[in-house]
């Protein structure tokens, strides 16, 4: 059974940079998509960015396009989300996803997504 958890989120103010981890355990990501969401209080689950296992896929919200990098090193078995110029409006919390599918074109859509951390909160003061 795969488990992910996610690390690095804090409060940081407006303009600033945070770069969250997600650690997998319980077996090597190998194959797999990841990807990261984020969910705002009263809001729905929204996509924040892809990755695939080799790297040769990656996508992002248009929200965070130019500010935010995913990354893995499928070494430690970890993904990032660097996430630059932070702006209020990207408050939320942010969950690490894998998918057990392997995709044509990796989704977007959260109900994709098999495995899930615990999520992480970023808090991005004006």
């Known amino acids: 059974q795969l488990r992910l958890v996610e690390s690095g989120g804090g409060l940081v103010q407006a303009g600033g940079s945070v770069r969250l981890s997600c650690a997998a355990s319980?077996?090597?990501?190998?194959?797999?998509?990841m990807a990261w969401f984020r969910q705002a209080p009263g809001k729905e689950r929204d996509f924040v960015s892809v990755?695939?296992?080799?790297?040769?896929?990656?996508d992002y919200g248009d929200s965070v396009k130019g500010r935010f990098t995913i990354s893995r090193d499928n070494a430690k078995n970890t993904v990032y989300l660097q996430m630059n110029s932070l702006k209020p409006e990207d408050t939320a919390v942010y969950y690490c996803a894998a998918d057990r599918a392997i995709r044509t074109t990796p989704s977007r859509r959260h109900t994709a997504y098999e495995y899930w951390g615990q999520g992480t909160q970023v808090t991005v003061s004006a």
């Open positions: 319980g077996r090597t990501l190998g194959t797999n998509t």
């Open positions: 990755i695939n296992w080799s790297r040769s896929y990656i």
